[in-house]
């Protein structure tokens, strides 16, 4: 597993432990009856942090500006939480009224676009790097880290799953070589013991650092599922900067 993907793992768990405790948390199911709790913007997205300055929409597609320096204000994360909260999270969600048309606009004039259930900006701060007990190796580097994770559900089987993860390469111009990879674990999958095989397979792709951020795409599913419900998801990690 590589840094990034490691690091990116770290993050997501945290963000998982702690968004309630932020106030981001994303809106899973039919839309409250109190819609003042959590309020739509025209487009349907729930947030409810300050507004980003890295976001705008373009004939309605939600774009987002990776260009500029990391920071709370460009990606919309609210910073007034309780003490001792370990993480800072802002949290866009369309799961209940369904995917929406999400840009991200990268350095050396790169840009993907997917259609997005989640975008979940994070940000954490560290004081000392946090090493592996073993190797002393770094997994997470002292300062104050910034991640974005995109998710998306592709609900109408592999061959859309793959579809939608080989765009995704293709807009970035990354090798397809991990299709071949996820090719033989669709296959294997029609042979899955529904009791050894539960845990979710996937494969992925990373550009190479550029512009103080790394970006990484990935596909992955549950063999044993009925439907075989792929999950696409697009992960960047910014480089540390000093803890304000």
């Known amino acids: 597993m590589s840094t990034l993907w490691r690091r990116t793992a770290i993050v997501s768990l945290l963000t998982a432990v702690v968004l309630g405790a932020s106030g981001c948390l994303p809106v899973i199911g039919p839309p409250t009856s109190a819609p003042d709790r959590f309020p739509r913007n025209e487009y349907g997205v729930v947030h409810s942090g300050p507004e980003p300055t890295a976001m705008t929409y373009e004939d309605g597609v939600e774009v987002w500006d990776l260009t500029v320096p990391p920071s709370t204000e460009a990606f919309g994360i609210d910073t007034d939480v309780r003490p001792n909260t370990p993480i ?3 949290a866009y969600s369309s799961t209940s009224v369904g995917p929406r048309p999400v840009r991200l606009l990268l350095p050396e004039g ?3 676009q997917v259609d997005a ?3 979940i900006f994070e940000a954490s701060d560290h004081d000392e790097a946090i090493t592996d007990p ?3 190796e770094v997994l997470v580097p002292a300062g104050r880290l910034f991640g974005l994770q995109i998710n998306a559900a592709i609900e109408h089987g592999p061959d859309d799953g793959r579809a939608v993860y080989r765009d995704v390469l293709g807009q970035l111009d990354l090798p397809l070589d991990s299709l071949t990879e996820l090719d033989a674990k669709i296959v294997a999958a029609e042979n899955a013991d529904p009791i050894e095989d539960w845990q979710l397979v ?3 792709e990373s550009l190479p650092a550029a ?3 790394q970006l990484s795409a990935g596909t992955s599913f549950r063999p044993t599922s009925v439907d075989k419900l792929f999950h696409l998801t697009v ?3 910014w480089d540390p900067i000093p803890v304000p």
């Open 88 to 90: 800072l999270v802002g």
């Open 110 to 112: 790169k840009s993907v």
């Open 202 to 204: 996937g494969v992925g």
């Open 117 to 119: 259930t989640e975008v």
């Open 235 to 237: 992960n960047v990690a």
């Open 134 to 136: 073993t190797s002393d």
């Open 211 to 213: 512009g103080g951020l």
